[in-house]
């Protein structure tokens, strides 16, 4: 068994290569663009505000799988095409950004107003506010969810499948079908819960990093 | 003086709060501006704070127009001069509003130094300095939820003094606290002043305003009822609204 799961490994490593490179790449740009996401859903503005409450509801509305097969087989149709790994990518960081924006959102609505008043008074820009007094406060209330959407995160990676990428689960799928056998899939759910772990106590310090403060 | 109010309007929606409020502060002064709630104190404070925008009136904070009356409406204080009167305002709030994510040192020198560009060494020795005054010593790397309410308030003190004020408001300075720590807010209200800073403190605390103020204004229904000095004010006091409260 052990001399199996070894000899399984190549076409495992090349699989887990595409899923966290998916993983890592959407984490790094839809929470920056989930902050903006959310500054846009609480801007005074009202075009600005209605174009992202459309957004929001649409990612957040059809389901994931969805979205990938529309960006890449969809899109061509009126003209615009990408390459694979860049439309799962396109949809994983719209997707995404949507959750961590309405994350955000919930994490900046619970700052006290009082906040914003003695940030003001003592000279504070609102850049600055938001960058100095509130954004800090909100990554600490936000972290919980933050990490479980993270979690979410590295088994979605599973979908690119749909575009013909080959990731972790769909190696595994292939090694079962080939081999009659159901162990390359458990070796697959063993690698997934060996990354969840990992994050948890990644994130366990993180937010370990956030509680010298109430 | 060192702040001067004139003719200061301002509604809610359709709901007037102020109506032609006018008054001054002294350097050195404490003003204690009382009445019941929701007589308009507390947007005077915000007024002056630049936290709400009057609709009319004038506010002049140590020769500098924070807004002025041109005989339609207010006119604001452009952006660099508005940051000028800002730190000749100290605010401390009714529940002082420090920020949570930073020790005492951090909240007293984080504006000085980011915003009003005082070289670091200088902040923290002025931060030093204002942590002695006020017994917080041992608090510097302490954080607010660490500490209690009468030394959240000091740091919150320390925090307005920090850009040396002319103007310090306190928003209910003793709504917060413990009856013993009455005393102690109040000779530390007594030492800003004698700095010649201008204490501008609203409050329906009648006993803490007789036993700091130097002059009292009563406000009813966004006007005031009655300004004159502590003596008289509660020597004589005729106005009925008057009467009524200080009966409550």
Redesign the interface.
């Given at each position: 068994m052990i001399s199996y799961f070894y000899r399984l490994m190549p076409a495992m490593i090349s699989g887990l290569n595409t899923t966290l490179k998916v993983f890592s790449l959407t984490l790094i740009l839809s929470i920056p663009l989930g902050v903006l996401v959310s500054l846009g859903r609480l801007s005074k503005i009202k075009p600005l505000n209605s174009a992202v409450q459309l957004y929001i509801w649409v990612m957040r509305g059809t389901p994931l799988l969805l979205q990938i097969v529309f960006i890449f087989f969809g899109l061509p149709i009126v003209g615009i095409t990408f390459d694979r790994f860049t439309a799962v990518m396109i949809a994983f960081v719209l997707n995404y950004a949507a959750y961590f924006g309405e994350i955000f959102r919930g994490g900046i609505e619970s700052i006290?107003k009082?906040?914003y008043?003695?940030a003001?008074?003592?000279?504070?820009t609102p850049f600055?506010t938001f960058i100095?007094?509130i954004l800090?406060?909100v990554i600490?209330i936000v972290m919980p969810s933050i990490a479980n959407e993270v979690i979410t995160l590295i088994k979605d990676t599973a979908l690119v499948y749909v575009v013909g990428l080959g990731e972790l689960l769909r190696a595994g799928k292939i090694a079962s079908n080939r081999d009659a056998s159901l162990m390359p899939l458990v070796l697959v759910g063993i690698i997934y819960l060996a990354l969840t772990a990992l994050l948890e106590a990644i994130f366990k310090k993180f937010e370990g990093r956030f509680s010298?403060?109430? | 003086m060192v702040l001067r109010v004139e003719n200061l309007y301002k509604s809610f929606k359709d709901n007037p709060v102020l109506k032609n409020v006018s008054f001054q502060l002294q350097a050195g002064e404490i003003l204690a501006i009382i009445g019941p709630s929701g007589a308009g104190k507390t947007t005077i404070l915000r007024c002056v704070n630049n936290l709400t925008n009057c609709d009319r009136g004038t506010i002049e904070v140590d020769g500098m127009y924070l807004c002025r009356d041109d005989g339609s409406r207010s006119i604001y204080a452009k952006q660099d001069e508005m940051l000028q009167i800002r730190k000749k305002l100290g605010l401390v709030f009714q529940n002082f509003n420090l920020f949570p994510h930073m020790s005492v040192m951090q909240n007293i020198v984080e504006a000085p130094i980011n915003v009003f560009g005082t070289p670091r060494e200088d902040a923290f020795k002025k931060a030093n300095e204002l942590l002695k005054m006020l017994g917080l010593t041992d608090k510097a790397d302490s954080y607010p939820f660490e500490l209690s309410g009468g030394q959240k308030q000091r740091v919150a003190i320390a925090r307005a003094c920090a850009l040396n004020p002319k103007v310090m408001c306190l928003d209910e300075p003793t709504s917060a606290l413990d009856p013993e720590l009455r005393e102690g807010i109040a000779l530390t209200i007594e030492d800003l002043a004698k700095e010649g800073i201008g204490i501008l403190l609203i409050t329906h605390d009648m006993a803490f305003a007789k036993r700091v103020a130097h002059r009292v204004i009563f406000i009813d229904d966004g006007k005031i009822i009655e300004g004159s000095s502590k003596e008289e004010f509660f020597g004589n006091i005729e106005d009925n609204r008057i009467r009524k409260f200080m009966a409550l």
């Open positions: 006290d009082g906040q008043d003695a003001k008074v003592l000279g504070f600055n100095r007094i800090p406060q600490k010298y403060y109430h | -």
